[in-house]
């Protein structure tokens, strides 16, 4: 029972370069969001999707762009990275109902140079 | 839109005594509210969560969390912590009305120690 995965694990980008952080989950979970957590500051929504083929903005989306074509996976793609993105970043899937509890990935601790 | 507030950085308790962590929301609608836990290096882990009902919630770990409506609070209990309870803690808050869009505290540390 994988749950929520995310590769990779960490990651050194340099200024200007590009990377798609990987989601998958195997729970059959309409709804996925990807998050970014920096010390002091909780959890910022960067983009959500309510299922496959639909994305939305979060709080903090500038810089990144996602997709959805299947249920499973959710990627998150930084264009041009910048030393503002270093951060860790957290995915998280739920099956959509506010009520319902979000289950989150490992995360990916990214950092820019 | 939802909002919330853990108004401490770190609460230190000593293993074995009572522990508080505080968290108050804002939200249109009627509040669905949880509280994660994260380990060093790790994901948030669901500890507990209110829906509707009894105010009192029972979660993992022996944690419990009281909602107060006229406060509009949700703070965390253990009535004693243990070393192994040391971690970052986070409250969140949704609601059925608009987005459904969970928003999180800062999170607070928890050092309890032996």
């Known amino acids: 029972n994988a749950g929520v995965t995310q590769t990779p694990k960490f990651r050194i980008l340099k200024i200007g370069q590009s990377m798609t952080l990987q989601c998958a989950q195997d729970?059959?979970?309409?709804?996925m969001y990807w998050y970014r957590q920096d010390p002091g500051m909780g959890l910022k929504l960067i983009y959500y999707s309510v299922g496959a083929g639909i994305t939305d903005k979060g709080e903090v989306p500038n810089g990144y762009n996602v997709s959805r074509s299947t249920t499973e996976d959710f990627p998150l793609r930084l264009e041009l990275a910048a030393p503002s993105q270093t951060s860790v970043y957290f995915c998280a899937s739920s099956p959509g109902t506010a009520n319902t509890e979000a289950f989150f990935g490992q995360g990916t601790r990214l950092t820019v140079v | 839109a939802q909002s919330v507030a853990q108004p401490e950085d770190q609460v230190n308790v000593a293993e074995g005594n009572p522990l508080t962590v505080k968290c108050t929301y804002s939200?249109?609608?009627?509040?669905?509210l949880f509280w994660y836990v994260q380990y060093p290096n790790r994901g948030l882990q669901f500890l507990l969560k209110?829906?509707?009902?009894?105010?009192l919630v029972k979660g993992s770990y022996g944690f419990e969390a009281e909602f107060n409506k006229s406060q509009t609070s949700f703070h965390l209990k253990k009535p004693s912590a243990l070393v192994s309870d040391s971690a970052l803690y986070f409250c969140?808050?949704?609601?059925?009305?608009?987005?459904?869009?969970?928003?999180f505290g800062k999170g607070n540390q928890v050092v309890v120690i032996p």
């Open positions: 209110y829906i509707t009902g009894d105010n």
């Open positions: 729970m059959n979970h309409n709804y």
């Open positions: 969140a808050v949704s609601s059925g009305y608009g987005n459904n869009r969970l928003a």
């Open positions: 939200v249109s609608g009627n509040p669905y």
